[in-house]
């Protein structure tokens, strides 16, 4: 399956921005889908994962309350609606596919290429 992320951006402390992932290739609902961050000079860290159907989904505490995780099957496509972002939130974003519902990125075969979130004070 192949990944596109799209949607970032520079926005200011207290904004909102929402992130898209198309998947093409495969059949989206086949996958765990999460999103995950890299801000500059660390490692990669869970943000966001649902399960196949939508109806699980789990979140990094530093988000809890103002990120939400989609997906919308029939369009291939997972969003990560981020309301009152933080410059904390800086980094580059990246959805990735995968077959179990975990948190860990090594558990992750797909990958989309990045979509930098930069959130000024």
């Known amino acids: 399956v192949q990944l596109q992320a799209s949607g970032g951006g520079l926005v200011q402390a207290g904004d909102s921005l929402s992130l898209s992932c198309a998947a093409s290739g495969r059949t989206i609902s086949n996958y765990v889908m999460g999103w995950f961050r890299q801000a500059p000079g660390k490692e990669r860290e869970f943000v966001a994962i649902?399960?196949?159907?939508?109806?699980?989904?789990y979140y990094v505490d530093s988000v809890q309350g103002r990120f939400t995780i989609s997906r919308d099957n029939a369009k291939a496509t997972v969003y990560l609606q981020m309301n009152n972002l933080k410059p904390e939130d800086t980094a580059v974003y990246y959805c990735a596919a995968g077959f179990f519902l975990v948190t860990t990125a090594s558990n992750y075969h797909y990958w989309g290429q990045g979509t930098l979130v930069t959130v000024s004070s």
């Open positions: 649902i399960s196949r159907t939508g109806d699980s989904t």
